[in-house]
């Protein structure tokens, strides 16, 4: 499974007492594929800063580096379809050009897609992204 992670979603999981924390634990041990763009990693860099330290902010960039279930995607080109939300378009673009199968946000502004005349995109919540992570591991462990 390939997904883009809005910045929201990779923040409230990297707590080891977060209630998302199977999202982080998932990507450690390669239960799915993330598509990162040098933007969207620089914006999990800037928040991370802001929200913890310089150091964490670095060692998590570090590690989404090295892990070898991130695919690191380059952008070609600009979709722009994200009028409501223009610095959201990193994530769709990404989403795009990674063919990835979901698009993991709370973020409202990608409800834009069920007004628009465009490909189907599987914008999902972190909590419906949490369930799809739950039912695989009980799969994978029967």
């Known amino acids: 499974m390939r997904i883009v992670l809005d910045t929201n979603g990779l923040l409230v999981s990297i707590g080891k007492k977060s209630p998302f924390r199977i999202i982080f634990d998932s990507l450690l041990s390669q239960k799915f594929k993330l598509i990162l763009t040098i933007d969207i990693l620089n914006e999990y860099i800037e928040l991370l800063e802001f929200k913890t330290s310089i150091n964490v902010a670095n060692n998590i960039a570090d590690l989404l580096l090295r892990l070898p279930n991130v695919i690191e995607s ?3 080109f600009k979709w722009s379809i994200m009028i409501n939300d223009p610095v ?3 994530y769709t ?11 993991v946000s709370n973020d409202n502004h990608f409800n834009i897609f069920q007004n628009i005349d465009f490909r189907e995109t599987n914008i999902i919540s972190i909590d419906e992204f949490c369930k799809i992570l739950s039912s695989d591991i009980m799969i994978s462990e029967s």
């Open 74 to 76: 380059e952008i070609f």
């Open 88 to 90: 959201d378009n990193k």
């Open 93 to 103: 673009e990404a989403y795009l050009t990674g063919r990835a199968e979901y698009l």
